[in-house]
C-alpha cells in the first residue's frame, strides 16, 4: 500500500500563495505517476494537476494553468502543488493520489485512474 499524508492548506487571501505538499511512506513516489485533486462543497472532485512518472510530463487545468505548478523531491518523497495568485474560486478541499497500475509514461487526468489517495488538505482562499 503507498500511504499519502497531504499538508499544508489553510485561509490565504485572494492573490496570495500556498504550497500544498504530499508525503508518500511505503512507496517510492518517482515509481508512480501522480497528480491532485480538489474538490468543493457540493461539487464533483476536479483535476487539477499531474506528473508523469519520473516527472517527465505535466499537466494543468485550464482553471490553475500559469498560476500552480505540480512538482516532486525524490530526496524527500514528497509531491508539491506551489498555488500562486490564489482566487476565491480555487476553494476546495484538496488530495494528492497514486497511480498503481498503468501502461504507458504520461499523465492521468481520470480520478477512476487513482488507486491510492490522501486524507485531503483544506484550502480557503478569502476576496
Known amino acids: 500500500q503507498v500511504q499519502l499524508v497531504e499538508s499544508g492548506g489553510g485561509l490565504v487571501q485572494a492573490g496570495g500563495s500556498l504550497r500544498l505538499s504530499c508525503t508518500a511512506s511505503?512507496?517510492?513516489?518517482?515509481?508512480?505517476?501522480m497528480g491532485w485533486f480538489r474538490q468543493a462543497p457540493g461539487k464533483e472532485r476536479d483535476f487539477v494537476a499531474a506528473?508523469?512518472?519520473?516527472?517527465?510530463?505535466?499537466a494543468y487545468a485550464d482553471s490553475v494553468k500559469g498560476r500552480f505548478t505540480i512538482s516532486r523531491d525524490n530526496a524527500k518523497n514528497t509531491l508539491y502543488l506551489q498555488m500562486n495568485s490564489l482566487k476565491p474560486e480555487d476553494t476546495a478541499l484538496y488530495y494528492c493520489?497514486?497511480?498503481?497500475?498503468?501502461?504507458?509514461?504520461?499523465?492521468?487526468?481520470?480520478?477512476?485512474?487513482?488507486?491510492?489517495w490522501g486524507q485531503g488538505t483544506q484550502v480557503t482562499v478569502s476576496s
Open positions: 493520489a497514486a497511480v498503481a497500475t498503468f501502461s504507458s509514461f504520461t499523465v492521468y487526468k481520470d480520478p477512476k485512474d487513482y488507486d491510492y
Open positions: 506528473l508523469s512518472m519520473y516527472g517527465t510530463i505535466t
Open positions: 511505503g512507496r517510492t513516489l518517482s515509481r508512480y505517476p
